[in-house]
Nanobody, 124 residues
């Protein structure tokens, strides 16, 4: 069955960096667009970024553009999100997901299969 397992979350100071990972199994990895979503305390889940199957197309939310980088390793079936210049407002549970209908501007993203999430806390 499809399985997505996030890791790499933790506590980081403002301005710091963190990389979260998502190990995938149970489906043809490079055939799927993938995305990162996040849900902050008391807020609705929002799309952060997506990447298409071959890694050539990416989209980002305006709030993370220039600070976050999504990537994938199709030989290792792993999705990554490199987060730099972290801000307090980046605190959230980060989820990876398969993206239905492909990678497109994040306001139109719809997740299919989901991981369980990894908590990122930005605090001094």
């Amino acid at each position: 069955q499809v399985r997505l397992v996030e890791s790499g979350g933790g506590l980081v100071q403002p301005g710091g960096s963190l990389r979260v990972s998502c190990a995938a199994s149970g489906f043809t990895f490079d055939a799927y667009a993938l995305g990162w979503f996040r849900q902050a305390p008391g807020k609705e889940r929002e799309a952060v970024s997506c990447i298409n199957g071959n890694g050539e197309t990416t989209h980002y939310a305006a709030s993370v553009q220039g600070r976050f980088t999504i990537s994938r390793d199709n030989t290792e079936n792993t999705l990554y999100l490199q987060m730099n210049s972290l801000k307090f407002e980046d605190t959230a549970i980060y989820y990876c997901a398969t993206v239905t209908f492909g990678c497109r501007p994040v306001s139109a993203l719809t997740g299919g299969y989901w991981g369980q999430g990894t908590l990122v806390t930005v605090s001094s």
